[in-house]
C-alpha cells in the first residue's frame, strides 16, 4: 500500500459561508498561511481556488487570473514542494487552458459528469446551488490540453457516472496513467451518494482499472468515520474547511492544519505512513516542482 | 411482496434506430398496436413518448400535443385498462401542464437532478446522440406541485444516487407523497450511468426512502434478463420494451413488444411472484379511477 497523500482545501467560501475564521474573497495572504499551516502539517497536494467570483445572474465562475498566480507563487515559495491542484472543476476550457498554460499547476480538478450542489447556509440562511452540465467536447478539450501542459487531471467523482466517462477518455487515449479521481461522498445536491461505509465500498470497487483514488466527504459527523477507513483501504484523503471545517469534538478548526493533524493522528494509530511531497510525485507520476516558461 | 408491476416501454426511436421492426418515427401512432400487445400479454403500464422533437444536444424537445392525446387514445380504446406513463422526462412543466389537462395520463416521468445520456446508436449506424439536462430545484418544486394538483404520480428517474437526495429533499416540503414510485435506471450509457449489476441494484434500492415502490430499467441487452429476475425476486417491479432492449434472451430481436413481455410473466410465473392486473397497479401505487371513457 502506497503511502497516504493528503490533500488540503481551505477555500470554503461557497461550501461554509458561514466560517467565522475564512478570509474574505481576494485575501490570498491569509488563506495562504492556512494552506502553508496544513502543508507543515503533513498535506503535500494544496487544492485551491485563486480567486473566483461567481457571477450572480448565471452563476457560473469568473477568475481573477492575478488572484490565482499570487496564491501560487506564494504557496510555491513558502510551501516547498508542494503540489498544486486547481479547483473550480467546471471552468470553461479557455479558462482551464489559460491557467494550465501560464501557471502550470501539477493538478487540475475536472468535472466528469454533470454536477449538482447545494451548499451550507450564509449567516443569513441563505445558500447556494451551483447547477453545471458540459459537452463530450468541452471534456475532450480540457484533457487534451491537460495533456499539452503536463498537468494531472484529478477526475471528481460524484456518482458512477463519473466511471463512465473516465472510461470514455481512457478509449480516446486522453487520461495517461497513473490515473486519479477523488470520490465525493455526501455532497448535497442532484449528484449526492451517500455518506456511508456501503456507498464508500461501492464506489471503490466499481472504480475504472488503474486508478488511484482519494476521499472528500462533506458530512461533519460521517466524515471522521469514512476517513479511517479510506485509509485502512488505500485511498488518500482530502481534509479542510472545504469539505468539513468541523474537528471530531464538533468545534469549527481554527486553522485547516488541525484537521490535517488529526488524519496524521489516525494515519499513525492504523500504520499507514504518510507521503511526502516528494513521495507524493513519485506516486502520482509528476514531475519535479514544475517550472513556469518565462 | 406486492405483485408485480409490468410496464411497456416500446419507443427506440433513440435508443435502438436500427431496430428493424419500428414503425417509422419517435410518437408513430402504430406503436398502439405494440402496447395493446404488451398490455394483453400482462403489462399494466405504458411508458409513451408522442411526437417529441429535439434540437441538437438538449433534453427538452418541442412536443406535439394532439398526436401524444391520438397515441393515447388508441392505446386506451384496444384494451379493458392501462395505466399510461408519460416519457420524455425533460419536456418543460408547461407542456407537461397541457398534456395533465387534455390527456389525463396516470404517471409522468421526472428528471431528477443533472441529466447526461449517451445514446450509442447501434453500432455502426449513426453517431452518438448526446442529451445533457439540468432540473433546478425551482423546476422541481414547480413540477411537483403541478402533478399533485391534477392527480398525476411523479416517477422519480433514480441514475444514481443523486435522485434520491432530491427525493428526501422534495420529502421535506411535503411535495413528494407517499407511495413514492423511482424507477433504478442502470446501464444507460453516458455520464449518469450506473453499472448493470445486481450489486449496483442492492446499492441504489437501499437507499431509497420509505414507502417507495421502485422499478427497474436496463439498457445493457447482456445484463437485462438477470436483472429483471434479480428485481423480480427483490420485490421491484420491472419495465421491458424495445426502448430498453429489443433482444430476447435468445439474442434475437423481438418482433413485438409483447414477447419481451411474455418473457417477464414467465421468469414471475417461475419464481412464484403474481402479476399486477392495472386495478392491482393502480392500487399499489396509489392512483385515482381509472379515466373515463
Not at chain 1, 208 to 234: C, F
Not at chain 2, 8 to 37: T, V
Not at chain 2, 143 to 169: H, Q, S
Request: hydrophobic content about 40%; glycine content about 8%; overall charge negative.
Amino acid at each position: 500500500m502506497d503511502e497516504l497523500i493528503i490533500t488540503a482545501v481551505c477555500d470554503c467560501l461557497t461550501t461554509w459561508p458561514a466560517n467565522p475564521y475564512m478570509p474574505a474573497r481576494g485575501d490570498t495572504d491569509p488563506l495562504a498561511d492556512q494552506f502553508v499551516g496544513a502543508f507543515d502539517a503533513g498535506a503535500s497536494i494544496l487544492h485551491h481556488h485563486g480567486v473566483v467570483h461567481h457571477d450572480s445572474d448565471t452563476g457560473r465562475p469568473r477568475i481573477d487570473l492575478g488572484g490565482w498566480e499570487r496564491m501560487t507563487e506564494t504557496l510555491r515559495s513558502r510551501a516547498k514542494g508542494s503540489i498544486m491542484q486547481y479547483g473550480i472543476a467546471g471552468l470553461t476550457p479557455e479558462d482551464k487552458r489559460t491557467l494550465m498554460r501560464d501557471q502550470r499547476p501539477e493538478m487540475m480538478s475536472t468535472h466528469t459528469e454533470p454536477h449538482d450542489t447545494h451548499f451550507a447556509p450564509d449567516a443569513d440562511g441563505h445558500r447556494i446551488d451551483i447547477y453545471t452540465t458540459y459537452s463530450r467536447e468541452w471534456l475532450l478539450e480540457v484533457a487534451r490540453d491537460s495533456i499539452e501542459c503536463g498537468t494531472k487531471i484529478e477526475a471528481e467523482c460524484f456518482t458512477t457516472g463519473a466511471y463512465w466517462t473516465i472510461d470514455f477518455l481512457v478509449e480516446e487515449k486522453l487520461l495517461p496513467e497513473p490515473r486519479y479521481g477523488t470520490i465525493f461522498l455526501g455532497w448535497p445536491g442532484g449528484t449526492w451518494t451517500p455518506p456511508t461505509q456501503d456507498s464508500l465500498h461501492y464506489m471503490v470497487h466499481n472504480l475504472p482499472k488503474g486508478m488511484i483514488w482519494n476521499l472528500s466527504v462533506m458530512d461533519p459527523e460521517a466524515q471522521w468515520q469514512l476517513i479511517p477507513l479510506a485509509i485502512e483501504m488505500g485511498g488518500h484523503v482530502r481534509v479542510g474547511w472545504e469539505d468539513n471545517p468541523y474537528l471530531p469534538n464538533g468545534e469549527i478548526a481554527r486553522e485547516n492544519a488541525q484537521l490535517v493533524e488529526v488524519v496524521v493522528e489516525i494515519a499513525e494509530r492504523l500504520g499507514r505512513p504518510i507521503a511526502s511531497p516528494e513521495r507524493a510525485r513519485e506516486i502520482l507520476g509528476l514531475s519535479t516542482p514544475a517550472a513556469v516558461p518565462a | 411482496m406486492d405483485e408485480l408491476i409490468i410496464t411497456c416501454a416500446a419507443d427506440s426511436a433513440n435508443s435502438y434506430p436500427a431496430n428493424p421492426y419500428f414503425p417509422g418515427e419517435q410518437g408513430d401512432i402504430r406503436l398502439a398496436e405494440q402496447y395493446i400487445g404488451a398490455v394483453k400479454a400482462g403489462a399494466a403500464m405504458c411508458h409513451i413518448h408522442g411526437v417529441a422533437k429535439f434540437d441538437a444536444n438538449s433534453t427538452s424537445p418541442r412536443i406535439y400535443h394532439d398526436d401524444w392525446i391520438a397515441l393515447t387514445d388508441a392505446i386506451r380504446d384496444g384494451v379493458d385498462d392501462v395505466l399510461i406513463q408519460n416519457g420524455i422526462a425533460g419536456m418543460s412543466p408547461a407542456d407537461k401542464r397541457i398534456l395533465y389537462e387534455r390527456q389525463r395520463p396516470e404517471m409522468m416521468s421526472t428528471i431528477a437532478g443533472p441529466h447526461d445520456t449517451r445514446f450509442r446508436r447501434d453500432p455502426g449506424t449513426k453517431a452518438p446522440v448526446d442529451l445533457y439536462g439540468i432540473t433546478t430545484r425551482a423546476e422541481l418544486v414547480e413540477l411537483c406541485r403541478d402533478a399533485n394538483e391534477a392527480g398525476v404520480k411523479l416517477e422519480v428517474e433514480c441514475f444514481t444516487t443523486g435522485p434520491i437526495w432530491l427525493m428526501n429533499y422534495l420529502m421535506e416540503k411535503d411535495l413528494l407523497p407517499g407511495p413514492r414510485w423511482a424507477t433504478m435506471f442502470l446501464g444507460w450509457e453516458g455520464a449518469c450511468w450506473s453499472p448493470p449489476t445486481v450489486d449496483a441494484l442492492s446499492f441504489m434500492v437501499s437507499h431509497l426512502p420509505p414507502d417507495t415502490n421502485w422499478n427497474l430499467s436496463v439498457m445493457d441487452p447482456a445484463t437485462s434478463w438477470t436483472l429483471v429476475t434479480a428485481t423480480i425476486a427483490m420485490g421491484g417491479h420491472v419495465r421491458v420494451g424495445w426502448e430498453d432492449n429489443p433482444y430476447l434472451p435468445n439474442g434475437e430481436i423481438a418482433r413485438e413488444n409483447a414477447q419481451l413481455v411474455e418473457v417477464v410473466v414467465d421468469i414471475a410465473a417461475k419464481l412464484g411472484r403474481e402479476v399486477a392486473t392495472p386495478a392491482r397497479a393502480r392500487e399499489i401505487i396509489g392512483l385515482r379511477a381509472p379515466v373515463a371513457a
